[in-house]
């Protein structure tokens, strides 16, 4: 759904637009601070939805550090999928492939000690982040817009 937003609508165009040439989308008549801004409002929306299915969803409460690092490896899967939805799309999977081993790996009751494969979807998060680099980033990525 989120490539189809990006890819197929207009408003996906100025997202990206946005995103790559500020200046450029600005000339073509694109409110570029509205843009920004409601797209920092819907992303926020969605890790507000995320939190709040984790917490009452799965859980059923709150505990301290529930999350665990898990926004981290989210991150690195956008940069791993080369910001685009469907390579993200794929390294959540490979992440969560991960994620599965290690716990089938503790339930198995082998002599491993646990703590080893409650750190493998870290170690490959970093291993992934410092293999890929961030060079496919949008070029405006964390520019501030200054409107001339």
Same mark, same amino acid.
């Given at each position: ?15 990206r637009a946005v995103g ?5 989308? $600005?000339?073509?008549? &694109?409110?570029?601070? !509205?843009?920004?801004? %409601?797209?920092?409002?819907? =992303?926020?929306? *969605?890790? @507000? +939805? ?23 490896? $989210?991150?690195?899967? &956008?940069?791993?999928? !080369?910001?685009?939805? %469907?390579?993200?799309?794929? =390294?959540?999977? *490979?992440? @969560? +492939? ?51």
């Amino acid at each position: 759904m989120v490539w189809v937003i990006f890819y197929k609508t207009k408003w996906g165009l100025k997202i990206r637009a946005v995103g790559e040439n500020p200046r450029a989308a $600005a000339s073509m008549g &694109v409110n570029v601070t !509205r843009i920004r801004y %409601v797209s920092i409002i819907w =992303a926020a929306s *969605f890790a @507000a +939805i995320a939190g709040a299915s984790q917490t009452i969803g799965n859980l059923g409460t709150f505990v301290d550090n529930m999350i665990a690092g898990k926004g981290f490896i $989210a991150f690195t899967a &956008v940069v791993l999928g !080369r910001f685009n939805p %469907v390579g993200t799309c794929i =390294a959540v999977f *490979f992440f @969560a +492939i991960v994620d599965a081993f290690q716990l089938t790996l503790q339930a198995t009751g082998s002599h491993i000690p646990y703590q080893f494969p409650l750190m493998m979807p870290y170690v490959f998060t970093l291993v992934a982040f410092f293999a890929t680099g961030s060079n496919a980033a949008p070029k405006a990525w964390g520019a501030p817009y200054v409107p001339e």
